[in-house]
T-cell receptor
């Protein structure tokens, strides 16, 4: 247990569906991240939130819409996805003020788009 | 952030030391070396980081060459549960800021019984 939880763990959706991924951290961190990990590709950073403000959008298509209502919760809203969006979506958090600044990752949501 | 180069895969016998190399020849003076690992079907896990001195914690040791162009992560007594992809990442760290991790392909370490 890393203190970062993600739900659901597995999700299958059609291209016309709307779904949301949820991430919650119980570590008191101020930064949260969404990463995408496709098969046989490195992890790709998607979004960074620092104190609820989005500080980085790594050229992510608009069919992915993040939301950070508070420092403990992060959502990724999904709409009209493509089959190539099937991947493992990982959430992470960190405490930026510390030099160590390690990121704690959740277990991920395995997404399949049909 | 500086680019890193790691071998795609390595094998290690259980109970022996695993030495995972990383080249980061373009590292700049304010960039740290971080190591993470990802066990199959789990999120990445922080292992250790350093700037120029060798570091040791309960999980591993990090040896950084004097010119800082390469480093080695050492797992002193590898177990089967250490089988994972190991990522070497270099990045700037500055107090009060959050900096992204740029993951490469890493090294798949397989610990054999």
């Amino acid at each position: 247990e890393t203190g970062v939880t993600q739900t659901p763990r597995h999700l299958v959706m059609g291209m016309t569906n709307k779904k949301s991924l949820k991430c919650e951290q119980h570590l008191g961190h101020n930064a949260m991240y969404w990463y995408k990990q496709s098969a046989k590709k490195p992890l790709e950073l998607m979004f960074v939130y620092n104190f609820k403000e989005q500080t980085e959008n790594n050229s992510v298509p608009s069919r992915f819409s993040p939301e950070c209502p508070n420092s403990s919760h992060l959502f990724l809203h999904l709409h009209t996805l493509q089959p190539e969006d099937s991947a493992l979506y990982l959430c992470a958090s960190s405490q930026g003020e510390l030099l160590r600044n390690e990121q704690f990752f959740g277990p991920g949501t395995r997404l399949t788009v049909l | 952030d500086a680019k890193t180069t790691q071998p795609p895969s390595m094998d290690c016998a259980e109970g022996r030391a695993a030495n995972l190399p990383c080249n980061h020849s373009t590292i700049s003076g304010n960039e740290y070396v971080y190591w993470y690992r990802q066990i199959h079907s789990q999120g990445p896990q922080y292992i250790i980081h350093g700037l120029k001195n060798n570091e040791t914690n309960e999980m591993a040791s990090l040896i950084i060459t004097e010119d800082r162009k390469s480093s080695t992560l050492i797992l002193p007594h590898a177990t089967l549960r250490d089988t994972a992809v190991y990522y070497c990442i270099v990045r700037v760290v500055s107090g009060g800021s959050n900096y992204k991790l740029t993951f490469g392909k890493g090294t798949l370490l397989t610990v054999n019984p």
